[in-house]
């Protein structure tokens, strides 16, 4: 295959009909694509109660191949009925996370034990009753429980509670693998973990940062946006180690012009090292100061910490910050020229920032290129990092962090007379670390691919294996399911978001609370995650204390609880009968006072050190095109123009240096571990010094290495040796 040369455009539009013919026709994909449920895939924030394909503006149609995919995958037949006793769990293993995703829905609950070779169907009534008795049998330390970010809000509201009332704090969610070092680095310098902004201001900007991140392939609906900031004359600076076609050009399928002549997103594209960062937003904030760009009246007014960022800046080298982040001085120049001139800023980033051992550092350092020149704290200006999962920020906002928010965590007791425990929760990855060294006996997953997530692929594939019981709430199978067998592994089959029985809401990136119908369930068998987590926590804990989980089935009662204890929430109490979605109250910031005891932004000097003092290779794992987090729909890569994943991409560069050909088959070896027959692929776009493989099948190569404060693994970064 050979790399595009733009994304979107007419492949999309042909690969709307292609998936249209896997689900019978092109009509039943659209009224599917159509319904009030919001988007099942990035946090961009689509549908609800505009109806699918609108954003929170009210613009029609913006559809992507992300939201296509989900749908598809959702109006899959069911799993065969002999699979499971065709398939052995060994043969199981052999298939690719493509083969698994596409075997079809689960609508069967299933058990594997230790010792077996495949798995069996159980009944919904032994299979509670199982899962209860386990957690009857353990204490409360022993267990932990996981949340994918594409539940409900009820449904993780529902959970986080049955886990504290059954007595721990070890709930966590996917974010610990992906942005919570944004959440921590957000909160510390201006007191909220979210987004400072809204849509509208993003499509008003006039300059768009765009760091560490490809939502041409991960969230293509914020092109159009993008698209909206070049029309009006903005300009977009992308910085990325790898050059991404999309975020070159890309071509707007709803937009004819765009369609047929394409645009031109990125005015200037950087390209530092993989780990650079910090050193590169460090030197762009010492040019700023230096030229005289920065808002003297902003920095003294509306932060703290000025006149100690101001030495700290006057002392850096700026020669040397260009070493460490491997671009030129010209570069810094040229960045700096574009922000200074600008009026509206916005900072928009992924994972590329977070994914790093200090990945708080970073999004810190971008708060601080932000408040020197006063682009947060005032409309069409601010911070947006792009989070994935369609409610990933909505089920941290009801709850689902291993220490509850203190207004959280008084209002429940309060309010309810609930005794919940103060032991301080583990987050994820000390979650996994518990069950590898034998004090973890319970895990329930709620939704997700918690194997494939992980860092290590051979640790977490012990970790869980050491488990007594693994419950997982899935839709279709994936890796995890057939790599992490605990000695009883669980799988409950439930339903996706537009078969829900009940309205349920989720949240966006831009902290907008929306309404999903639901609708009719596509196959017999499958219970409503809301249905499962009530008859759990019934069996476990009973209907006769505060709680009455038989009646916690209805998500009407569970938003009143949301409403009444989840700051910026209390709308959501009416909301399946007001139909009004709305904007959580207390997280834009239009005026620069921030919640933070001072109500001032905080600046952060920070010690920038060589991200690779042994100047080996740098490995960082990415998405493909053809996938969404741990989801692979496709085993090509479009945009790359990568026809296969058990690939590493090198610069030309690289190849000739290392005395390597290309296609020649090698193995990659880390502190982690090592993975043979890895082909080599010639790959101009990325910067020399650096190399890219694709996730989650490169995370045996990962080590556990994390940033301190956010406890985010460092899935990028990673020095790695090829051995011929």
């Given at each position: 295959?050979?790399p595009?040369?733009?994304?979107?455009?007419w492949?999309?539009?042909?690969?709307?009909?292609s998936k249209?013919?896997?689900?019978?026709?092109l009509w039943k994909l659209?009224?599917?694509?159509?319904?009030?449920?919001?988007?099942?895939?990035?946090a961009?924030?689509?549908?609800?109660q505009k109806?699918?394909?609108?954003?929170?503006?009210?613009?029609?149609?913006?559809?992507?191949?992300?939201?296509?995919?989900?749908?598809?995958?959702?109006?899959?037949?069911?799993i065969p009925?002999?699979?499971?006793?065709t398939y052995?769990?060994?043969?199981?293993?052999?298939?690719?996370?493509?083969?698994?995703?596409?075997?079809?829905?689960?609508?069967?609950?299933?058990?594997?034990?230790?010792g077996?070779?495949?798995?069996?169907?159980?009944?919904?009534?032994?299979v509670?009753?199982?899962?209860?008795e386990?957690l009857?049998?353990?204490?409360p330390?022993?267990t932990?429980w996981y949340f994918?970010?594409r539940?409900?809000n009820?449904a993780?509201?529902?959970?986080?509670?049955?886990?504290?009332l059954?007595?721990?704090?070890?709930v966590?969610?996917c974010?610990?693998?992906c942005?919570?070092?944004?959440g921590?680095g957000?909160?510390?310098?201006?007191?909220s973990?979210t987004a400072?902004?809204?849509?509208?201001?993003?499509?008003?900007?006039?300059?768009v940062?765009?760091?560490?991140?490809?939502p041409?392939?991960?969230?293509?609906r914020l092109?159009s946006?993008l698209?909206h900031v070049?029309?009006?004359?903005?300009k977009?600076?992308?910085?990325n180690?790898?050059i991404?076609p999309?975020m070159?050009?890309?071509?707007v399928?709803?937009?004819p012009?765009s369609?047929?002549?394409?645009?031109?997103i990125a005015s200037?594209?950087v390209q530092p090292?993989?780990?650079g960062d910090?050193?590169?937003l460090?030197?762009i904030?010492?040019?700023?100061?230096e030229?005289g760009?920065?808002?003297?009246?902003?920095l003294n007014t509306?932060t703290?910490?000025?006149?100690?960022l101001r030495?700290?800046?006057?002392?850096q080298?700026?020669?040397e910050l260009c070493?460490?982040?491997?671009?030129?001085s010209?570069?810094?120049?040229?960045?700096?020229?574009?922000?200074?001139n600008?009026?509206?800023?916005v900072f928009?980033w992924?994972?590329g920032?977070t994914?790093h051992?200090n990945?708080?550092?970073?999004v810190?350092a971008?708060?601080?290129?932000?408040?020197?020149r006063?682009?947060?704290?005032k409309?069409h200006?601010?911070m947006?990092?792009?989070r994935g999962?369609?409610?990933v920020q909505?089920i941290?906002?009801v709850g689902?962090?291993p220490k509850?928010?203190?207004?959280?965590?008084e209002?429940?007791?309060?309010?309810y007379?609930?005794q919940l425990?103060?032991e301080?929760g583990?987050?994820?990855l000390a979650?996994?670390?518990?069950a590898?060294?034998?004090?973890?006996?319970?895990?329930?997953?709620?939704?997700?691919?918690l194997?494939g997530?992980n860092?290590?692929a051979t640790f977490a594939?012990?970790?869980?294996s050491k488990?007594?019981?693994?419950?997982?709430?899935s839709?279709t199978?994936?890796?995890?399911?057939a790599?992490?067998?605990?000695?009883?592994?669980?799988i409950?089959?439930?339903?996706?978001?537009?078969?829900e029985?009940?309205p349920?809401t989720?949240?966006?990136?831009?902290?907008?609370?929306r309404?999903?119908?639901g609708?009719?369930?596509?196959h017999?068998?499958p219970?409503?995650?809301?249905e499962?987590?009530?008859?759990?926590a019934?069996?476990?804990l009973?209907?006769?204390?505060?709680?009455?989980?038989?009646n916690?089935e209805q998500?009407?009662r569970?938003?009143?609880?949301i409403?009444?204890?989840?700051?910026?929430?209390?709308a959501v109490?009416?909301?399946?009968?007001?139909?009004?979605?709305?904007?959580?109250e207390?997280r834009?910031?239009?005026t620069?006072k921030?919640p933070?005891?001072?109500?001032?932004a905080?600046l952060?000097?920070?010690?920038?050190k060589?991200?690779?003092?042994?100047?080996?290779?740098?490995l960082?794992?990415?998405?493909?095109?053809?996938?969404f987090?741990t989801?692979?729909?496709?085993d090509?890569?479009?945009?790359?123009?990568v026809d296969?994943r058990?690939?590493v991409?090198?610069n030309?560069e690289?190849v000739?240096r290392?005395?390597?050909?290309a296609?020649?088959?090698?193995?990659i070896?880390?502190?982690a571990g090592a993975l043979k027959?890895i082909?080599?692929?010639e790959?101009p776009?990325?910067?020399?010094?650096n190399a890219?493989m694709?996730?989650?099948e490169a995370?045996i190569?990962?080590?556990?290495?994390r940033?301190?404060?956010s406890?985010?693994p460092?899935f990028?970064?990673?020095?790695?040796e090829?051995?011929?």
């Amino acid at each position: 295959m050979k790399p595009v040369k733009s994304g979107g455009g007419w492949r999309a539009i042909l690969y709307t009909f292609s998936k249209s013919r896997e689900v019978g026709g092109l009509w039943k994909l659209w009224k599917a694509m159509r319904s009030r449920n919001s988007c099942k895939t990035c946090a961009l924030g689509m549908g609800g109660q505009k109806g699918g394909m609108v954003n929170e503006l009210g613009s029609f149609p913006e559809v992507c191949k992300k939201s296509l995919q989900a749908m598809a995958a959702d109006m899959q037949g069911a799993i065969p009925a002999d699979y499971f006793s065709t398939y052995s769990v060994a043969q199981m293993q052999q298939f690719s996370p493509r083969e698994l995703e596409h075997a079809g829905r689960l609508t069967s609950p299933m058990i594997y034990r230790a010792g077996d070779n495949y798995y069996q169907p159980i009944s919904w009534e032994e299979v509670f009753s199982k899962i209860a008795e386990k957690l009857k049998s353990l204490t409360p330390a022993e267990t932990f429980w996981y949340f994918s970010g594409r539940s409900s809000n009820e449904a993780g509201f529902l959970l986080q509670l049955f886990a504290r009332l059954y007595g721990t704090n070890n709930v966590n969610n996917c974010s610990y693998y992906c942005h919570q070092a944004s959440g921590v680095g957000l909160t510390n310098s201006f007191g909220s973990g979210t987004a400072t902004l809204l849509l509208e201001d993003v499509e008003h900007a006039d300059l768009v940062f765009i760091i560490g991140g490809n939502p041409s392939s991960n969230h293509p609906r914020l092109m159009s946006s993008l698209k909206h900031v070049r029309r009006r004359g903005g300009k977009i600076i992308v910085i990325n180690p790898v050059i991404e076609p999309g975020m070159v050009n890309f071509s707007v399928p709803s937009d004819p012009i765009s369609l047929l002549f394409g645009t031109k997103i990125a005015s200037l594209y950087v390209q530092p090292n993989i780990g650079g960062d910090l050193a590169l937003l460090t030197a762009i904030s010492k040019r700023i100061v230096e030229r005289g760009a920065h808002d003297e009246n902003f920095l003294n007014t509306a932060t703290e910490g000025w006149p100690d960022l101001r030495n700290h800046l006057a002392q850096q080298d700026l020669e040397e910050l260009c070493r460490l982040a491997g671009v030129t001085s010209d570069e810094i120049e040229q960045i700096t020229e574009i922000y200074a001139n600008s009026k509206n800023a916005v900072f928009c980033w992924t994972m590329g920032i977070t994914h790093h051992a200090n990945g708080v550092e970073n999004v810190e350092a971008i708060g601080n290129l932000a408040c020197l020149r006063g682009m947060v704290g005032k409309p069409h200006a601010g911070m947006l990092p792009i989070r994935g999962h369609s409610n990933v920020q909505g089920i941290g906002s009801v709850g689902v962090t291993p220490k509850l928010k203190e207004a959280i965590f008084e209002r429940l007791q309060s309010n309810y007379g609930l005794q919940l425990p103060t032991e301080t929760g583990l987050d994820t990855l000390a979650c996994m670390e518990e069950a590898h060294a034998g004090r973890m006996k319970f895990g329930l997953c709620l939704g997700g691919n918690l194997f494939g997530s992980n860092p290590d692929a051979t640790f977490a594939r012990e970790s869980l294996s050491k488990l007594e019981m693994l419950v997982t709430l899935s839709t279709t199978l994936n890796t995890g399911h057939a790599h992490a067998l605990a000695k009883e592994t669980i799988i409950l089959p439930v339903l996706a978001r537009d078969e829900e029985p009940q309205p349920t809401t989720q949240e966006s990136m831009f902290n907008y609370v929306r309404l999903s119908d639901g609708g009719p369930s596509r196959h017999q068998g499958p219970k409503s995650e809301i249905e499962v987590i009530s008859h759990l926590a019934s069996k476990v804990l009973g209907d006769e204390g505060p709680i009455h989980w038989s009646n916690m089935e209805q998500t009407g009662r569970i938003r009143e609880m949301i409403s009444t204890v989840i700051p910026g929430y209390q709308a959501v109490k009416e909301i399946d009968k007001t139909k009004k979605e709305f904007q959580i109250e207390g997280r834009t910031f239009h005026t620069p006072k921030f919640p933070t005891p001072s109500g001032k932004a905080k600046l952060h000097p920070h010690t920038v050190k060589s991200s690779n003092p042994d100047n080996q290779l740098q490995l960082m794992t990415v998405r493909s095109e053809g996938q969404f987090n741990t989801v692979v729909y496709e085993d090509y890569d479009l945009y790359r123009g990568v026809d296969r994943r058990d690939v590493v991409l090198l610069n030309p560069e690289d190849v000739t240096r290392l005395g390597l050909k290309a296609n020649q088959k090698v193995t990659i070896q880390s502190v982690a571990g090592a993975l043979k027959n890895i082909l080599v692929y010639e790959f101009p776009g990325i910067k020399a010094g650096n190399a890219l493989m694709y996730y989650p099948e490169a995370n045996i190569l990962v080590p556990r290495t994390r940033d301190p404060r956010s406890k985010t693994p460092a899935f990028k970064g990673i020095p790695i040796e090829i051995l011929a």
